[in-house]
């Protein structure tokens, strides 16, 4: 039942993270030792992303690589993150959510230590394979994990991973500047030395979750993708990432600039990402609803991306930080929209959505730097702002499949915490974003 803020309807009511407030600060901070515990390695698994984006040219130049051999280093991670996305459930289901996210870390400890010993590009990709597919597994279980072990309502635990999401894009930039202006080994090293802590305090701090009733199959996820409104989240999402990943890859190229000013640009990227992503854009939705926000959202996104190519080089470094608002507020109605717009069980309904999703994060760093061996150095984001544009044509296109009248959002106890993604009245902030 929705109840209006700050009215008592004189009993206990569960927090509902579409209500303005229901997050509030001391929710989010009055949490036990084990949901800190997992949102700090959250923090690390999410820097992960972005680390290596200031020491692109590093590596490059360390391991006598071009630009398109480089970008393999985010086409090797993703495209095994993709795959894992049907894996993660299957197991998670079968040996606990705990010792899902142990095993996502470990991998990642040893891969990631593995890659800073690398030497030569093949290496590096093989190893950051295989941490993708660590990543892959800790940050599917994470959420669930939080929601499950937090207090203060669903409301503040995914609040909370979804500011351990924006700090790790945010920080991932600037600790591979820091460490990478020394070796571009050293990010590697410390990434396998923070997730080495995380594990620790995990295994610490975290008591194992239930399991859920039904165990999941591999092909569950395919499966709800036969929904017509999941099917369309993802395949637009498809487009839209394909955008996103050209900027996050390609552009340190572009930039050309030292370790810790690709740093400083993308920590500001990060920043923004966040900003929007869990304050900026559930407003947005209150007020023009999830779908126009997208698709505004997402042209803008295409223009952004357009002056980006041709702009001198300021232009590109204030477009590149600029396009970190059009990326969080993305993020947070695309994630809202997958997990909302079908009856399928939310881990099934995510793992299916970024199933086909994460193909496009690993397609735009490989052929991005290719585009541009085969054309000039412009016509890469010429494509990516098409690919955005494309994203805005399928949400129009596929507008009704997309605004079910009873989709909703369910806690991970299966209790309504939103009956539907239709416009909201503008005083009823939705502060509920959940992981991407």
Request: glycine share 12%; with cysteine; charged share 10%.
């Amino acid at each position: 039942m929705r109840t209006t803020p700050g009215v008592s309807t004189g009993g206990p009511t569960e927090a509902d993270p579409f209500e303005d407030g229901a997050a509030g600060a001391g929710g989010i901070l009055r949490q036990p030792k084990a949901v800190w515990a997992t949102a700090g390695a959250s923090v690390v698994a999410f820097m992960g992303i972005g680390l290596v984006d200031p020491i692109l040219p590093s590596i490059a130049k360390g391991l006598d690589a071009t630009p398109s051999q480089v970008s393999l280093l985010f086409t090797s991670y993703f495209l095994i993150t993709a795959v894992a996305m049907l894996v993660t459930g299957f197991a998670s289901s079968r040996i606990g959510g705990k010792k899902t996210l142990l095993l996502g870390l470990a991998l990642v400890v040893v891969f990631a230590g593995l890659a800073g010993t690398s030497g030569s590009v093949g290496e590096l990709v093989g190893f950051r394979a295989g941490w993708g597919l660590g990543n892959a597994l800790f940050v599917s279980t994470a959420l669930a994990v939080i929601v499950g072990a937090a207090a203060g309502g669903s409301a503040a635990a995914i609040l909370l991973y979804e500011s351990a999401l924006g700090l790790g894009m945010a920080c991932g930039p600037l600790l591979g500047a820091l460490l990478g202006d020394a070796s571009w080994r050293y990010p590697f090293f410390g990434t396998a030395f923070l997730m080495a802590v995380g594990f620790l305090c995990i295994t610490a701090f975290l008591k194992e979750q239930p399991r859920p009733a039904k165990k999941t199959s591999l092909l569950d996820p395919i499966k709800a993708l036969g929904h017509g409104g999941l099917a369309s989240a993802a395949v637009s999402s498809f487009f839209y990432n394909y955008t996103f990943f050209t900027v996050l890859a390609f552009t340190p190229f572009v930039l050309n600039m030292t370790p810790y000013k690709s740093g400083a640009v993308f920590f500001a990227w990060g920043v923004l990402l966040a900003v929007f992503s869990v304050l900026v854009a559930p407003r947005l939705q209150a007020r023009f609803g999830s779908l126009k926000v997208l698709g505004g959202s997402l042209v803008l996104l295409a223009a952004d991306v357009l002056v980006l190519g041709y702009g001198s080089h300021t232009t590109a470094v204030v477009c590149t930080i600029l396009s970190g608002a059009f990326i969080g507020v993305n993020n947070t109605v695309y994630t809202e929209l997958a997990l909302g717009v079908s009856d399928a069980p939310r881990p099934v309904a995510s793992a299916g959505y970024n199933f086909v999703r994460w193909f496009a994060a690993a397609a735009a760093p490989y052929f991005a730097p290719k585009i541009e061996e085969w054309s000039n150095i412009h016509i890469p984001f010429v494509v990516a702002a098409v690919t955005a544009v494309l994203g805005a044509v399928v949400v129009f296109v596929r507008r009704n499949a997309l605004t079910l009248p009873h989709s909703r959002l369910r806690s991970s106890g299966g209790t309504p915490i939103a009956e539907e993604l239709q416009p909201r009245h503008a005083t009823e902030d939705s502060v509920a974003v959940f992981a991407n």
